[in-house]
Structure formats: C-alpha cells, structure tokens
C-alpha cells in the first residue's frame, strides 16, 4: 500500500484562513490534511490517503490510478506550450492537445515521455 501512496501527487501550500499547511490529492476528492508545519502536513496525508484508498476499497468504490503525467502537466499548464512538450516529449503535438482537450489517458509510455520531458533541464 505504501507504494500506491507514493504515486499520487501531494500538493503542500499554506493557508492563511486555516493558519496551517494544507496537504491534499487531487486525483482523491476531499483527501486533505493539515498541519502546523510542511512535514507534518505530508506526515497527516499520508494517513489520510491510506484511510481514503482502504475506505473506498471497503466500500466497492473505485480507486483513481494515479495520473502523475497528467498532473504534472495542470501545475505548469499555465506556463506551458504544448507544441514544445510534445517535441521534448518526442509525441505528435495534435495527439497531446487532443488528449489535453478532452482529459482523455494517455499510455504508460506516454506517462513516462511527459513526465521526462518536464524535468529541469
């Protein structure tokens, strides 16, 4: 399980109206967690994120796979130009759009092109 966890991206910001760090998931609605530092608000999603995975697990739900290119892609989106991912990616830029455009997944070897070509040069 522990693995699983490491797979879904964790955003960590401060919060002025709750005076703490929030930690949430965005791939699982409403798994978030707070905590009065940055490592303690990553220590508390960790638990959240194990209780949300085994409660939906429990309970028949789905599971959402974890998407990191995907959201990679939506933190830098509105820095980005799709036509120079896709070239770094070594995709075809209409295919990228298009899967951008309408959310649609995108293949594991695509994951791993996207995620690459994000890195800091």
């Keep these: 399980m522990k693995k699983t966890l490491t797979r879904y991206l964790v955003r960590i ?19 978030i967690a707070h905590g009065d530092s940055m490592q303690k608000a ?4 960790q638990n959240a994120m194990a209780l949300w ?3 939906a697990h429990r309970h ?6 974890p998407d990191l290119a ?9 820095f980005l130009n799709v036509s ?3 070239l770094r990616a070594g995709l075809n ?12 997944p995108f293949t594991g070897l695509e ?11």
């Design 13 to 31: 910001y401060w919060s002025d109206d709750d005076d703490a760090y929030i930690a949430e998931v965005p791939a699982l609605p409403g798994c």
């Design 42 to 45: 990553a220590r508390e999603i």
């Design 53 to 55: 995975l085994e409660s």
């Design 60 to 65: 028949g739900d789905p599971i959402p796979a």
């Design 70 to 78: 995907r959201e990679e892609i939506s933190r830098v989106e509105p």
């Design 84 to 86: 120079k991912l896709a």
């Design 93 to 104: 830029k209409h295919t990228l759009a298009s899967k951008l455009r309408r959310k649609s």
């Design 111 to 121: 994951v791993k092109a996207i995620l690459k070509a994000l890195e800091p040069a």
